[in-house]
Structure formats: C-alpha cells, structure tokens
C-alpha cells in the first residue's frame, strides 16, 4: 500500500508546483500595471516597487496554494483514471477509499501550512505593503480613506467606509467615541462625497441620506436620533505621521480578537472584524475541501486532456470564491450572523465532496 500510496502522490506533485508557479504568476501580472505606473509617473525607486512586488507573493498564496491542490489533484487523477490505472487498482482489490485517507492527511497539512501563513506572514505582508505605499507618499489627503476597515488617522473618529468610486462613497459609519464612558456618537450615511481641501490637511464630507446622533439638550449625556439629506463635516488628518493601523487583513488572529474586544468596549459593530477572524480560518481549510473535491471529479470525469481539466479546476476554485465573497458581504453588513455565514462556503464544500466521495467508493 506504501508503494501504491507514494506512486500515486507522485503524480500529484509536478503538477502542483507547476499550478502554484503559473497560477501566482498570472495573479502578479494584475500588480504589475499599478506597479509600472508608480515608477514611470511617480518616480518612485525600483527598490521600493520590488519590495512591495516581493510582498505580493504571500499576499497571493492564500489562493493559490488552495487552487493548486485542486489542480494537482484533478490533474493527476485524471491521467490516472484515462490512463485505466485506477480501473487496474480497482481490479487489485483496493478499495478507493484507501486512497482518500493520504489525501485526506495531504489536505490537513496544506490547511495547516494556510493557518500558519494567515496568522503570520499573509498579515506581516499585507501590512508592509501598505506601508511601502505610504512611504511612497501619495500626496492626496483623500488617500487615508480606505473602503473595507476601521479607519482611525483622523482624531477622536473612527470611520468605516464600505465602497469607494471615485470620489464617492457608500455605506459610511463614523463613531465618535465620548469621554468618561459616555456612549459614542454614530454618523451613518447611505452614500456620500469626499474631497481635499486645497492647501490642508483636511478632507471635507458631504453625507447624503442618513442619520446622526445629536446631543440631547435635557440630558447631555445621551443623544437622540437625527435623520438628515445632507450632512457637512471636515476631517483632520493632523494625526496622518502617526504609525500606520492595520487594516483587518494585515492583523493576526490574535490581533483580530483583541481589535474585536476593544470595538465591543467602544460600542462600535465589530462585524467587518469577525468577518475577517473567521474568513482567514474559513479560507485556510479551503485547500483540504479542494482537494476533497478534486479526487472523484477526476476519477469520473475520466478525461485526458489537461486543458479541459484545467478549465474543471478553474471553474470549481472560482465557485467557491465567489460564494464566499458574497457571504462575506452579508457578513459585513450584518445581514447574516459572521461566525456561521463565513463557514457556509466550506460546508457546502464538505457536503459536495462526501455525496462525490461516497457514490465513487460505493460504485
């Protein structure tokens, strides 16, 4: 069974390192455009963009490793299966199910490898980026508005900024937490408009459609609801030298945990953050689904041809993302619960590959 076991892992691993080079490559030449333009019309240093180049590549492996086990494995299967070897090891008396449980162990350690880059390096990545991008100083104010986390460079507020087109924005929630335990005033818009004032350091909003918290004169500490068509503010960004937050995807889960705890405290909706504790886990056992996943559809598509079993991969990777990122919308939103909507992807996955699984061993 050794042998059998090492013969057929075996075909699996040129091609995954082959998938995980191709695929990172491809994902790298969306970069380049954007790379390209800052040394060209910004002049910035071939170092500096090489750096954030460099830091690219972990950024990348949370999806590419997990595509490449699914390749790997549909394309390995495959030849295996038109080749009729899976028929002669059927004929041998091994069931197939024995070979699912190297596969199933396979998939564990690359889940685990994925915990790990998620909990260390994938943030450590993704944070340095950010700030090689700051140190390149993009000189617009405006750019200290990031859509998709807890924006904190300007005093005494804290945003959070769903999208953001253009000069446009949508979804904005701006907290501002009281002194002595007081609650924090929210600001919430349906959509608004931003733009730098010339000669400052400051940013002028325009809310549209939302409401405010205003104080209430009777009781100075409470406030009472506010509804508005248009709403008037300017930021400060007096604090923009200070060290750079870390957006949720460049924290650990630690780091998350606690970012979560302190929201709470704040009376700010943490759910953007526990979208992101549960999608770096969610995400990192994607690789064990896929390859899960990949064994039977390879076994009974029983096709030779490495293109159309390309296009399988391909087709099975991009379903599950595009689940998965709208279940991180509603998560986001609070349409859903976080800790159950982000896990929705994987178990719909385990619920395909044990159906797939259980008709190909009992067949």
């Known amino acids: 069974m050794r042998i059998l076991r090492n013969y057929v892992l075996g075909e699996c691993v040129l091609p995954f390192f082959l998938s995980l080079g ?10 380049l455009i954007q790379l390209a333009n800052l040394v060209i019309n910004k002049g910035v240093s071939l170092t500096t963009i090489g750096k954030v180049f460099v830091l690219y590549i972990p950024v990348l492996l949370e999806y590419t490793l997990p595509i490449a ?6 394309l390995g299967f495959s030849r295996l299966s038109a080749d009729n070897e899976i028929l002669a090891i059927r004929a041998c008396g091994v069931y197939l199910r024995n070979l699912l449980t190297p596969l199933f162990v396979l998939g564990i350690i690359a889940s685990l490898l994925l915990i790990v880059l998620n909990e260390h390096i994938i943030p450590y990545a993704n944070h340095e980026q950010r700030v090689a991008f700051k ?7 405006t750019a200290a508005l990031e859509a998709g986390s807890f924006i904190n460079a300007f005093e005494n507020q804290i945003l959070f900024i769903y999208h953001i087109d253009g000069n446009r924005m949508y979804n904005v929630r701006i907290y501002q937490p009281q002194p002595d335990g007081k609650a924090t005033r929210t600001i919430i818009a349906r959509e608004g408009e931003f733009s730098p004032v010339p000669g400052e350091d400051k940013i002028k ?3 549209i459609d939302g409401t405010s918290d205003e104080p209430n ?4 500490s409470s406030f009472f609801k506010l509804n508005f068509q248009t709403y008037f503010m300017t930021l400060d960004l007096s604090q923009k030298d200070k060290p750079l937050d870390k957006k949720p995807k460049g924290m650990t889960l630690r780091e998350l945990s606690d970012k ?3 929201m709470k405290m704040l009376l700010v909706d943490p759910a953007p953050l526990v979208t992101e504790f549960h999608r770096k886990i969610s995400w990192s056992f994607s690789a064990l689904i896929f390859i899960l996943i990949g064994f039977p559809l390879a076994v009974i598509t029983h096709r030779r041809e490495k293109s159309a079993n390309l296009v399988i ?3 099975c990777a991009a379903t599950y993302y595009l689940i998965s990122l709208a279940c991180e919308a509603l998560s986001i939103q609070r349409i859903t619960p976080p800790a159950i909507t982000m896990w929705a992807p994987n178990i719909l996955g385990a619920i395909v590959a044990f159906i797939l699984n259980y008709r190909l061993c009992a067949s």
């Open 260 to 262: 979560i705890e302190e």
């Open 205 to 207: 909003l325009k809310l």
């Open 22 to 31: 191709v695929f990172t490559c491809v994902f790298l030449l969306g970069s």
């Open 217 to 220: 004169l009777k009781n100075p």
């Open 135 to 141: 140190q390149v100083g993009v000189k617009n104010p």
């Open 313 to 315: 991969a391909i087709l």
């Open 69 to 74: 086990c699914l390749t790997a494995i549909i």
